[in-house]
């Protein structure tokens, strides 16, 4: 029997592994180039698991601007050329981010657009800086990718350290909330976030009564919130994503806390007030860069966007600056050898959707506001826009 | 005080959730000795199903008041479930009856994976929100507070948990259950369908899964293609704490775990002076669940079984 039984697994097992490398095979190409020479770029997002309508919006976003490339015709170094858009899934799993970042370098990728989630990003960055590709994260908030000393790792949107600081300061000079307890999710982001906040709000006089955790799965958050309504806190901050951000909200309200919520870019989306329904009314949260409206191309980005693939979630207008900013290194040095076009991509001078890119020592975008907004009538109305150092 | 009670009204509100989906692991493995995974995904189809519907009405604006609404959200849930429940168990279990006991595991996990893509492509990977359509009374007892949600949840699974195990202990049905687990040839030869049999617990397991999978969409507020997966794994987990194959086991085993969970959350800070947080919430729970496994290692109410021949 045993013999049977292990020719059985050994069978199966060599069936599963021939089935993954034909589905692998067939991956998720933009079709075969039309016309000259390809440009193979990389987009990593999370495309399944709780944060796959964020990761749906990056890879949207980059598509939009890889398309409208592509239809204008892109001509480098004497060739026409055509980008091709490699998306992968990293499930906003750092595991699974490394296996990704390995097979975009394997299939010759010269530039990536990603990955989402700062946990994801950090080690991902490692192997596109073995191999010398250029990296832009459109949405990788935390300090720790771009102080990693790579000369490859950028990103397109203002870090934890500015967006920590402002909230930090805007709950306890403006809100006036001297007791605020903290959650976070214990990813790089969520964790990176709450530090800062708590830095911030402790340096402005505040008071931290609890420190809670949960993590990017969960839904349930009744025990972490029964605990700190003991505590009675004037405020809430959390640092996480819209799916915890939503339930949190709406469980502190059942338990019957009478306490502002506060939260960063991961709860500043359409999807939180959603879920939060009547309870994310008077919630407050901040996002890097400008209002939409008031972004330099917003409205004519949001009018492509929406009538093409539906409401915007958060990221989208950085992730399709992200792709513009490649190429634009690429065409001013005049090639798509990442050793070669790494060096413009440093002096990278751009007016984008988002705003205006430069790129400092570290890679990180210089200047950036953080803009605070507040659910009013069932929808994120900006309260102020805050010019960071 | 009113911080101990209302941590063990979260834990044991979660924790009938958890006892509802246990018991389907539960009454498949059983009968078949199979740990069917994709139960969890059949939550999440009966959360998708009856939200779809209750959108749908409200969307219509149909004048009814929240409870019937869901209800018949509920309603429409329970067919669908049963009837992935049954086709699970057609297409994925029933070939493989005679096979070494890995090859249905590992179909389980294909089964689960594959009705996940399907209700990605469906509903899509956008989170759905529950209407607010329920009531929204919330008591006061001992100082901690009690939603109407909590206490219809409550409720239902009291009542679902005690059919069903009447169900088993005294209809025809249930001692048909009783005897196909315990031999199915010898069930067949004293008459009993076994195949019938086999089909109406996933029938019947999928149902209460509906149910449970209502009851978490309406009590979080949300639905996402995602769902199942954890919840599955804790149910899962909580079958095991009790004694996998025993229905008191998966209700016990259920309830422990939702307040173990809760308390370990709310508690475990202050008790270790900050040094572990709530982020050791699971792994305190399933730290106790490795130590009833060490002690009792066929879980707390199971009973030791000799390998089937």
């Known amino acids: 029997l045993e013999r049977v039984l292990k020719s059985t697994l050994v069978n199966g097992l060599l069936a599963a592994i021939m089935a993954t490398l034909v589905l692998g095979a067939c991956g998720k190409h933009d079709g075969a180039a039309k016309e000259g020479d390809v440009i193979k770029i990389g987009s990593v997002s999370p495309l399944t698991g709780p944060q796959a309508h964020l990761g749906k919006d990056n890879e949207n976003g980059a598509r939009l601007a890889v398309d409208e490339i592509n239809a204008a015709g892109l001509v480098i170094g004497g060739k026409k050329m055509h980008i091709d858009l490699i998306s992968e899934d990293d499930q906003a799993d750092p595991k699974i981010a490394t296996t990704v970042a390995q097979k975009l370098v394997d299939n010759g990728v010269v530039g990536v657009i990603g990955h989402l989630n700062s946990g994801a990003t950090i080690p991902a960055s490692t192997i596109y800086h073995n191999a010398g590709i250029p990296q832009i994260s459109p949405s990788a908030t935390a300090i720790a990718y771009t102080a990693q000393g790579y000369s490859t790792a950028f990103r397109v949107m203002t870090n934890d350290e500015q967006q920590g600081h402002v909230l930090g300061q805007y709950a306890v000079d403006k809100l006036g909330d001297k007791k605020i307890a903290i959650i976070d999710d214990r990813t790089a982001y969520g964790q990176g976030l709450a530090d800062e906040f708590a830095k911030a709000a402790k340096a402005a006089g505040a008071e931290v009564v609890a420190r809670e955790y949960t993590t990017d799965r969960s839904t349930d958050f009744m025990a972490i919130l029964t605990s700190i309504k003991a505590k009675s806190p004037d405020l809430v901050f959390f640092g996480g994503m819209d799916p915890q951000a939503g339930p949190l909200t709406k469980q502190l309200k059942q338990l019957g806390i009478k306490a502002q919520v506060l939260g960063g870019d991961g709860m500043q989306t359409p999807e939180y007030i959603k879920l939060a329904g009547a309870d994310a009314e008077g919630e407050i949260a901040s996002n890097p860069g400008l209002t939409l409206d008031s972004m330099p191309g917003g409205k004519a980005f949001k009018d492509k966007f929406t009538a093409r693939f539906g409401q915007i979630q958060n990221y989208a207008p950085y992730a399709y600056d992200a792709v513009y900013v490649l190429v634009d290194a690429m065409k001013r040095a005049n090639s798509t050898d990442p050793a070669k076009y790494l060096p413009a991509l440093k002096t990278t001078d751009y007016q984008g959707v988002t705003g205006h890119i430069r790129f400092d020592q570290k890679g990180d975008v210089t200047g950036g506001a953080v803009t605070l907004y507040q659910v009013k009538n069932g929808a994120w109305q900006p309260l102020e826009t805050v010019q960071s150092k | ?309």
């Open chain 2, 1 to 309: 005080m009113d911080i101990f009670v209302q941590q063990i009204i979260n834990g044991l509100v979660l924790g009938s959730v958890y006892a509802l989906v246990a018991l389907g692991y539960t009454m498949v493995y059983g009968i078949l000795e199979l740990i069917n995974f994709a139960h969890g995904e059949v939550t999440m189809i009966g959360a998708m199903v009856s939200l779809t519907v209750i959108s749908t009405l409200v969307g219509v604006g149909i004048d009814l008041p929240g409870v019937v609404i869901v209800l018949l959200g509920l309603l429409a849930a329970i067919p669908v479930c049963m009837g992935v429940g049954f086709t699970i168990e057609r297409l994925a279990y029933r070939p493989l009856r005679n096979a070494p006991r890995l090859a249905p595991l590992i179909t389980a996990i294909g089964v689960s994976i594959v009705l996940q893509n399907i209700a990605m492509l469906i509903w899509g990977r956008q989170y759905i929100s529950f209407p607010p359509i329920l009531p929204q009374g919330r008591h006061q007892i001992l100082g901690a507070t009690i939603t109407d949600v909590q206490i219809a949840i409550l409720l239902i699974s009291v009542v679902l948990m005690f059919g069903l195990t009447l169900l088993v202990k005294k209809s025809r049905l249930g001692r048909a259950m009783r005897a196909t687990a315990q031999s199915p040839q010898i069930a067949g030869l004293m008459g009993v369908n076994a195949n019938t049999v086999i089909s109406l617990t996933f029938i019947l397991g999928s149902a209460l899964a509906a149910v449970a999978g209502v009851m978490v969409s309406a009590y979080y507020g949300l639905a996402h293609y995602y769902m199942g997966f954890l919840l599955g794994l804790k149910a899962f987990s909580a079958a095991v704490l009790g004694g996998i194959g025993n229905l008191t086991g998966a209700v016990l085993g259920g309830l422990l775990l939702g307040v173990i969970e809760s308390l370990g959350a709310g508690y475990i800070g202050g008790l270790t002076g900050g040094v572990l947080g709530s982020n050791y919430q699971d792994v305190f729970a399933f730290f106790i669940l490795i130590l009833v496994l060490m002690f009792r290692p066929s879980g707390l109410l199971g009973e030791r079984v000799g390998e089937r021949a």
